[in-house]
């Protein structure tokens, strides 16, 4: 049986009722401003204070609307893929003579939202906040969540109020995609919060500052913290002097509430207690439509994987259980029976046409009796099980419906003698494990996790997972994978800058790992959201993100 499913139920329900009553409670707003209400998938408010956790979700939701990055992503077209475009940075380059440094240009004239100048010694400051551990304003907390997306970034030097240099440890082309993933925020709040904070311990008075500061944010994104109720809601409203004139946003007041129930989260669509949901339960599409409600999905890059533990004993060392586990599963079935049509079947990380694709000889496929065979000739049958457990999540950003998708994996996968185990914790538990890798006590006996990943950039989407410099605590490579094949391609793609040379080299990579079944690759997920057909001019990007800018409500 599904172990841990009931208990995993029963918590994601309190959650739900707790986050639909405080839906109720918004009610109607007290003046005649525009309010736009979403229900998230998280359990709770993903983290405020400027490096958000939860995954996808938290960068969606509490990342880029109240923050920038250096480096943006173009979330403008549902029909082109998302690319780099500047941000606080307006140009960005590498040294020729040494590709371990990069200056970046920063814009003039933006301000935080509490009226501080951004400049290069905003961006020292926010550089240090997770890598100088003897800076004042350096936070333990802060630092899972975004040094794993950022590996070999060392440091930051101010060259002149406008300029900076990043150096890195090594080569590293990936950077400016890499640099997404940090967000500035403002030094001078943070500076006013520590110097309130009492005592004169140094430490206790940085936590202070960031605890407070997460009530009090101030980033320089195109909308402003209003509310903030942990494990509720938090509101967020139009930063009118955002810096970027075309994003400006249209709606007044957005309020984000965490309902991790797809069922719930339904009903608070349907009985108008939101506006729009995140990943609506599949099984309630019909009536969604029928009531008049828009369904906008787009594949996205994204894969829901299991990841493989490759440490000494596991049964996931044989090839021959990595593709027969990878030809047992009716990925067609999953998409068109359980998930109503919202999954792209998984083949690969990538899709063909992809330029990271390669040719990989090994087929992902639907393939009972070759499964079959495989896992007999590994030594398995009806009278000898071999038996896994993975690590999951009742709900979470990009994590789709991992219940019952690893529930119709489980049956799948019996037919191939395989007796699957769960060990299912909640979301943001998962996510920091996931970071501490299979050799961790929070593994829990798994030799497999189930956590979704964005497929945007080469780190993101093979690198962090295949390279071994990449297992924790450096990054992503939970199973430790320890492929010297991997490593050589790997290198070659980073140290690459010449754009179609590292597609190459990304797309050999690719391939080897397919041909080496290095996930069981299941699916990818289109991003489906429910919202009100009052909802207007909101473009869903193939991204995991979104820009909420544009976004209008009529009456």
């Known amino acids: 049986m599904f172990k841990g499913f009931e208990i995993a139920r029963r918590k994601s329900t309190i959650a739900a009722m707790v986050a639909f009553a405080a839906a109720a409670a918004i009610g109607q707003p007290a003046r005649a401003e525009t309010v736009l209400r979403i229900a998230m998938t998280a359990t709770d408010i993903p983290r405020t204070l400027g490096q958000p956790d939860q995954g996808g979700e938290g960068n969606r939701f509490t990342g880029y609307t109240m923050y920038d990055p250096l480096t943006l992503w173009d979330l403008s077209s549902a029909t082109k893929p998302s690319v780099i475009i500047p941000g606080l940075a307006t140009e960005w380059s590498v040294d020729a003579s040494d590709k371990t440094k990069w200056i970046f240009k920063l814009r003039p004239g933006v301000k935080f939202h509490d009226g501080s100048l951004f400049n290069a010694d905003a961006v020292v400051w926010n550089v240090d906040k997770v890598l100088k551990t003897d800076a004042p304003q350096y936070d333990a907390s802060q630092v899972g969540v975004t040094v794993a997306r950022l590996p070999t970034l060392v440091s930051a030097r101010k060259i002149d109020d406008l300029t900076v240099e990043l150096t890195t440890r090594e080569p590293d082309s990936f950077l400016p995609f890499n640099l997404t993933n940090l967000y500035m925020a403002s030094p001078a709040r943070w500076q006013t919060l520590f110097e309130a904070a009492p005592g004169d311990d140094v430490k206790a008075k940085s936590q202070a500052a960031w605890a407070a500061f997460a009530h009090d944010a101030s980033g320089t994104g195109p909308w402003r913290m209003a509310r903030f109720v942990p494990r509720e809601r938090l509101e967020v409203v ?318």
Request: with cysteine; hydrophobic share 40%.
């Open 238 to 555: 139009r930063n009118e002097a955002y810096w970027d004139t075309a994003r400006v946003p249209h709606i007044d007041r957005m309020v984000l509430l965490p309902i991790p129930d797809a069922n719930a989260r339904t009903a608070a669509l349907l009985s108008g207690q939101v506006d729009w949901i995140e990943a609506p339960a599949p099984d309630a599409l019909p009536q969604i439509r029928q009531r008049g409600f828009v369904i906008q999905a787009n594949e996205q890059p994204h894969l829901w994987p299991w990841q493989f533990s490759r440490v000494e004993g596991s049964p996931w060392n044989d090839i021959r259980v990595r593709k027969a586990a990878n030809l047992c599963i009716d990925r067609d079935g999953m998409k068109n029976g359980l998930l109503g049509g919202l999954m792209a079947p998984a083949t690969g990380t990538v899709e063909p046409g992809h330029p990271w694709r390669g040719t990989p000889t090994f087929e992902i496929k639907y393939d009972l009796p070759a499964a079959q065979a495989l896992m007999k000739e590994a030594g398995y049958g009806p009278n000898k099980k071999l038996t896994v457990k993975v690590q999951t999540s009742a709900s979470g950003s990009g994590q789709m419906l991992p219940l019952p998708m690893n529930e119709y994996l489980q049956q799948s996968l019996a037919e191939c003698y395989f007796d699957v185990q769960f060990d299912v914790i909640e979301w943001s538990v998962l996510f920091t494990n996931w970071r501490r890798g299979v050799k961790d006590p929070s593994a829990n006996g798994s030799n497999a996790i189930n956590v979704t990943s964005s497929t945007v950039d080469p780190l993101f989407a093979l690198v962090r997972f295949l390279q071994s410099g990449m297992a924790p605590p450096v990054s992503n490579n939970w199973g430790f994978t320890n492929n010297p094949k991997f490593d050589e391609l790997a290198k070659k793609a980073r140290e690459t800058f010449e754009p179609g040379a590292r597609d190459k080299a990304l797309a050999e990579l690719h391939a080897a790992s397919v041909d080496d079944a290095d996930f069981l690759y299941v699916g990818h997920d289109v991003g489906p959201r429910a919202m009100s057909p009052k909802i207007k001019n909101f473009v869903q990007p193939k991204s995991w993100f979104v820009d909420f800018s544009p976004v209008t409500i009529v009456p």
